[in-house]
């Protein structure tokens, strides 16, 4: 049985309010506590490990001498695709945890900086926790009160959102979900550590046309580019003064009003963030037309990739994994 906050005590203290008004009380605070408080501090603790700095090289091209750096960059598309969609049709808990475990795989033969495994785990670190976490109260199927239950919601949070309970069932539910989520992000953040923008275009012309493999590959190259114009925007704002972390306090009023603050802040700094990133998009477009973007249907590349067989093995395993997985997913054994 799980802890159930009990406010009757307080009818005795204060006759004149009425126990329902108590308890209306508590589930505003624990509302504030559990869906605002403790996701802004998991956020924080992560913005404070790995900073923006941080994003920036977690989702950058990392130039190393290594077997994955040298593979065919549509090999490395065909394993991702295999995990992220292996990972999102499986249940088997089995399964899952087989696929996450062949997921870091490639980690092992790449070989990343120090920062970069740091990165990359504190990350993944997190998402569990994150998705933990919510599994724990928010999913209805795990989170009943006549299951292992560490906390037991007031009425009125039951009420208007279906809280009845944080389960350890919830926890243990969330815990193995993350592990497709972490998986998928492993492969992904291992694709763009290990291939040049340029590499996976050309990795990704067999796949789209040539405007959506663009896309795709000036997507991929926006995420470092837009977290390094957050922080030199953050940074002159700090330049001229501005704090934008909260100060150490032992007053809640004070943390609270800074954080506000900060908040504030950080919302003004992505005004100019847009601007700078709508700028790069112009210019981007006149230097496309300028080199006469799509004048031909078949594009010219300067450098010719030739899979090896290491490579050609990689694809054959990656499509018949596939292949496999979709047949136990349709056959309900994984």
Known sequence: MGIEIDLSFLSEIFPKVDPATWELIASILIFIALGVIIP?????????????????????????????????????????????ISVAIVNSIIAIIILFVIAFIPWIFSNPSSDKIRLVLIFSAFQILLISYGQSFLNP?????????????????YITFHWEAITVNGLIYGMFQSLRVVAALSVAVWLITTTAPSDILYGLRKFFPLEINFMISTGIRAIPALLEKSTLVLAAERARGLQIFPRHSRNPLIIIRDAIRAFKVII???????????????QLALALSTKAFRAKRKRTYFRIIKPSWIDATIMLLSIIGLIVIILLAQLQLV
């Open 268 to 282: 003004t700094a992505f005004i100019p963030i847009i601007i700078e990133s709508l700028r790069s998009g112009y």
């Open 40 to 84: 802004a501090l998991i956020a924080y603790l992560i913005f404070r490990l790995i900073g923006l700095t941080g994003f920036r090289r977690l989702f950058s091209y990392e130039r190393r001498q290594s077997v994955c750096h040298s593979m065919h960059p549509t090999a490395k598309i065909l394993f991702v695709l295999f995990i992220t």
């Open 141 to 157: 199927g795990f989170a009943r009160r006549e299951l292992t239950a560490l906390f037991i919601f007031p009425t009125p949070l």
